[in-house]
């Protein structure tokens, strides 16, 4: 079995669930924090007790040295109590946090390997909120949980314990307090739940809308759409809004509730302790514990049901990050690049996307390109060129049919050796935040100076020399601070730094005026021989220049030779060079 990331494997290899891997790894230090905050706890349960022998065995007697043994012996507990506090918060602290680290870099290795189902179904700005905000709720349960959360069911269990042993007549009171108060702390639970999951989405909708606007900002300026943006973002923002209203609402609700029943169980105990001390039947130290344990309940109680509270929000969260990890990734884990020559045949491939109209964007398409030829696909928009790339690369898989490399279908290559011999330049080049140089060595990150200037060279890129510090300027987010054009020749040369046996030019000179686009082609022809090149275009004077041609026209290939045979046989291409060539001379 191959697993599709590092988490992927050790969960899958140890069967083990979804925190399995993290509560491994940070075992020792995990049951060292609730060793200690057991130990804490029981020192604060000790200090009542000790408190009542105070006042029965020495104030009521009036025997000085039980108050200095008892008092010296809770003071003891009350440091050791403090010592356990601080070594837990340390330990809580360290651990949390280098487990959040562990679970945002194994979602971030887990999206890297996406598959491209996986990247639709699930939105960017919804990844970072489960990135960050899910995350950052787990990091906080499990700080928690370190810290305070196993302190209050053992602070509340051990009080009534504690206070039933002092005396079983007031510890009625404290069991009907609990019961009620258990009972509010179910109906919160249920009621928070689906609105913590809505509240999250309201998140996921807020991080689109943001993200959407930064990414579209110049458009959004040359329409002079703010207005439009606001009222979206107001729209989105009243309705996170609302839902956090509407999640915090359960909790603002029925925590006054719990503490109005827990102080009128404190006002019980203190008329009946005061009836069963006129019967001789407690003690005055008892009913002073007995407060206290109520004050101990009091807060235990509200500490869980802020427990549950967090809880239900991590719940939430978890949820929605192992919809991550359950999404299906595309890497084998093996790492392995076997070297081809880029032989290239489709055997009747028939593709529609995933989730979208279910009409083919491909039907039934066959045609083959040597090893070193240059093949050109034309047609009109829509027609399914740019699939081909996508299917090769293997974003997708056919639905029925065979794509070959070498002979061999690619669904039997693996991902690694299907993509280390494809280059690609696509339609809308991508430049990463970085110097020049750095995104030009993503195609080979080995590459040496001579190899950067030679394939800027190839590129036409010479405008990178005139930049302020050459291959070591830096570039903005998206290349923000560079044209349309020459993120083209930059993402060209990134794709022929790469050497691979194919070259997928998408589109890629769109940006590019007639003479650079003549002098890019010309280079590219150098390599002739050397690589299969898949020129993607709209225009007929680039295709003209190919060894082949493929035309086509709804999915469908109605055409594919050299030129000169398309110009007597293939009507579509006949069209297309008429407007565009033809067409241009008459103007």
């Known amino acids: 079995m191959a697993y599709k990331t590092e988490f992927d494997r050790e969960t899958g290899r140890k069967g083990m669930g979804f925190y399995g891997k993290y509560f491994k790894k940070y075992k020792f230090p995990f049951l060292a924090a609730i060793f200690c905050v057991a130990s804490e706890a029981i020192c604060d349960l000790l200090n009542p007790t000790l408190m009542s022998n105070i006042i029965n065995k020495g104030i009521g007697q009036g025997r000085i040295s039980e108050v200095y043994y008892w008092g010296a012996l809770m003071l003891t507990v009350t ?108 109906i919160s639970m249920k009621l928070s739940y689906p609105r913590y999951t809505t509240l999250q989405k309201a998140i996921d909708r807020v991080n689109s809308v943001v993200q959407e606007y930064l990414i579209g900002v110049r458009l959004i300026k040359a329409f002079g759409t703010y207005d439009q943006e606001s009222e979206k973002f107001e729209d989105a923002n009243s309705n996170l809004m609302q839902k956090g209203i509407s999640a915090q609402m359960i909790i603002t609700l029925i925590s006054p509730l719990m503490t109005l029943s827990v102080g009128i169980g404190t006002v019980i105990v203190i008329y009946v302790g005061s009836r069963l001390f006129g019967l ?22 509200i500490m869980i049901t802020n427990i549950f509270n967090v809880f239900v929000r991590t ?38 996307y995933p989730n979208g109209s279910g009409v083919p964007a491909l039907k039934n398409l066959s045609f083959s390109v040597k090893s070193g030829q240059t093949l050109a696909i034309i047609g009109p928009t829509g027609s399914g060129k740019s699939t081909i790339a996508w299917l090769l690369l293997r974003f997708y898989d056919v639905n029925s049919g065979r794509i070959l490399i070498d002979g061999h279908d690619i669904k039997d290559l693996g991902i690694d050796t299907v993509r280390g011999n494809i280059a690609i330049v696509p339609q809308n080049p991508m430049l990463f935040s970085g110097t020049v140089a750095e995104n030009i060595r993503w195609g080979n990150k080995y590459a040496t100076d001579e190899m950067l200037h030679r394939a800027a060279e190839k590129a036409q890129a ?126």
């Open 79 to 186: 440091v050791l109590g403090a010592c356990f506090a601080v070594t837990r918060n340390i330990l809580a602290s360290r651990v949390s946090q280098r487990m959040g680290a562990d679970l945002r870099y194994d979602l971030f290795e887990k999206i890297i390997y996406f598959s491209e189902q996986s990247a639709d179904r699930i939105e960017s700005g919804s990844l970072i909120t489960r990135m960050t905000n899910d995350t950052s709720q787990i990091t906080l349960f499990v700080n928690g949980i370190m810290r305070i959360f196993m302190k209050a069911p053992i602070t509340c269990v051990g009080s009534i314990v504690l206070a039933t042993i002092l005396n079983f007549r007031l510890s009625l009171i404290i069991y009907s307090i609990v019961a009620v108060v258990a009972f509010l702390i179910i």
């Open 280 to 301: 001789n039947l407690a003690n005055p130290g008892d009913i002073t514990a007995f407060t206290v344990y109520m004050s101990q309940i009091l807060m235990s109680l």
């Open 315 to 352: 719940k939430a969260s978890t949820a929605r990050i192992k919809e991550v990890f359950d999404c299906d990734g595309d890497f084998t884990g093996d790492g392995e690049v076997i070297e081809l020559k880029g032989n290239i045949d489709f055997e009747n491939v028939t593709f529609a």
């Open 462 to 587: 010479d405008f990178i020399g005139r930049m302020q510090n050459g291959f070591e300027s830096f570039l903005g987010s998206a290349g923000v601070n560079v044209s349309g054009g020459q993120k083209q020749r930059i993402s060209i040369a990134r794709a022929i730094i790469k050497n691979s046996p194919v070259l997928i030019l998408d589109d890629a000179t769109s940006a590019l005026d007639a003479v650079t686009e003549a002098k890019v082609r010309e280079n590219l022809k150098d390599m002739a021989g050397k690589q299969t090149v898949i020129i993607i275009t709209q225009r007929c004077g680039t295709a003209m220049t190919a060894d082949r041609i493929l035309v086509l026209d709804k999915g469908e290939k109605v055409g594919f030779g050299t030129h000169d045979q398309l110009m007597k046989d293939c009507e579509v291409y006949r069209d297309i060079y008429r407007t565009q060539i033809e067409g241009s001379k008459e103007a």
